[in-house]
C-alpha cells in the first residue's frame, strides 16, 4: 500500500496525535471487570508473550520490567530488548514473584491466569495489593473460559479482540498514536493476506490445526471451530475438519483421519512440556502411524508448519494467515 501524504493529510495526521493523547484518569470494561488508572503505569509485568509482544510493538519495552509464559522465542525485531528484561518464568509465574517486582500493571493473556479460578492469582488478590491487571480481550470476548479445559469459544473470534487490546494498551499506556498505526498496519497485512487465498477459489478444502498432544500417540489437541485457526480457516476459504466450540479439544486420530483434511497445520514451539510439542515428532509421528499416513493432507506433504504462538490469539495471527497464504497455491486443491 503506497500512501501520499499531501500538507493537508500531514497537518491533519498531526492533530489526530495530539487529540489521541489519554486523558486520567481513565476507565475501561476489561474482560467484565472495570479497571481504573490514574496515569499511565510506571512498569508492567507479563503474563503471555502475547501481551509481552504488544507491549514491545507499542515501544514500551522500557516499561516491562518482567515477563512469562513463553511458547516460542520472541520477534526477531525485540531479540535483544527482550534479552535485557527478567523471564520470571517460562510457563506460569508465582504470585509472590510478580508482586515483588512492584508493577504498575500487570498484562494478561489468558483469562485463566488471573481470573475467578486464577492459576497465578485473582484480579482481586492483586487489587488488594493496589496492582490493577489487563486481560487481553480476545481472550474473553466471545468465550465461556469457565468451560472445558482451555475456554470454549460461543461466538467465532474476530481480530477485532487483537486490534481492541492494542489500542487500549496504548490508550493505558498514553501512547494511542501508536496504537492506532499498528492497527492500521495489521489491518491492512490481514486484507492482503485473505484476498490472496481467496483469489484460489478453494471451493471443498479442508483443514486440521494440531497444536500437541499429551503423549506422541494419543488423541491431539486440535483446534476447535470458533478459535483463531477457525477464523483462519474460514477467512482463507477452508473448512475446519473439527466442529467442537471448544478451543482446543481432543479428538482421535481415528477420527480425524475419516475426516480426511485436505490440509495438516502442525505447531511450532520451544516449549517442551509435551513430547508431541516437538514439530519433528508431529511430522515423524503422522508420516509413521498406520492411521495417519493414509490421509489425503500426509500422502501429498500437505503439511504447513506454523509459529505455535500465532495459532493463539494474538498479532502473529496476521503473520499466521499470510504464512498459510502463501503456502495454500502450492498444494493443487482444486
Not at 50 to 65: D, I, P, R
Not at 183 to 201: F, G, N, P
Not at 205 to 216: M, R
Request: some cysteine; overall charge negative.
Amino acid at each position: 500500500m503506497i500512501r501520499i501524504l499531501t500538507g493537508l493529510a500531514v497537518a491533519t495526521g498531526l492533530a489526530l496525535t495530539a487529540h489521541a493523547q489519554t486523558t486520567y484518569p481513565l476507565t475501561l470494561q476489561n474482560c467484565g471487570v472495570d479497571v481504573t488508572f490514574q496515569n499511565a503505569p510506571g512498569s508492567v509485568v507479563t503474563v503471555g508473550q502475547a501481551a509481552t509482544e504488544v507491549l514491545y510493538s507499542l515501544g514500551l519495552a522500557e516499561k516491562v520490567t518482567g515477563t512469562s509464559v513463553w511458547f516460542t522465542d520472541v520477534l526477531p525485531q525485540y531479540k535483544d530488548v527482550n534479552a535485557g528484561i527478567e523471564r520470571l518464568a517460562d510457563n506460569d509465574p508465582s504470585f509472590e514473584s510478580i508482586v515483588a517486582k512492584r508493577p504498575g500493571l500487570v498484562a494478561v493473556q489468558y483469562e485463566w491466569h488471573v481470573g475467578p479460578q486464577g492459576i497465578v492469582a485473582t484480579r482481586d488478590q492483586f487489587s488488594d495489593l493496589g496492582i490493577p491487571t489487563y486481560i487481553l480481550p480476545a481472550d474473553c470476548a466471545g468465550k465461556d473460559n469457565s468451560v472445558g479445559s482451555d475456554g470454549t469459544r460461543t461466538a467465532m473470534f474476530t481480530m477485532d479482540g487483537i486490534y481492541q487490546g492494542v489500542s487500549e494498551l496504548a490508550q493505558i499506556f498514553d501512547v494511542a498514536d501508536k496504537g492506532q498505526t499498528l492497527v492500521q498496519d495489521l489491518k491492512a497485512r490481514e486484507a492482503a493476506a485473505i484476498e490472496k487465498a481467496r483469489a484460489l477459489d478453494l471451493k471443498g478444502a479442508s483443514a486440521l490445526f494440531w497444536f500437541s498432544s499429551a503423549e506422541i500417540d494419543i488423541d491431539p489437541y486440535v483446534a476447535g471451530r470458533k478459535g483463531p485457526p477457525g477464523y483462519m480457516m474460514n477467512a482463507l476459504g477452508l473448512t475446519n475438519v473439527i466442529e467442537s466450540d471448544e478451543e482446543w479439544p481432543t479428538v482421535s486420530w481415528e477420527t480425524i483421519a475419516r475426516a480426511n483434511p485436505s490440509v495438516i497445520v502442525i505447531a511450532k514451539m520451544d516449549r517442551r512440556r509435551f513430547e508431541a510439542d516437538d514439530y519433528e515428532k508431529k511430522l515423524a509421528f503422522l508420516k509413521s502411524d498406520p492411521v495417519t499416513r493414509q490421509m489425503d493432507a500426509v500422502k501429498n506433504d500437505r503439511i504447513v508448519i506454523l509459529d505455535a504462538h500465532a495459532m493463539d490469539p494474538s498479532i502473529r495471527n496476521v503473520t499466521a494467515l499470510e504464512t498459510l497464504a502463501e503456502a495454500l497455491p502450492g498444494f493443487d486443491l482444486k
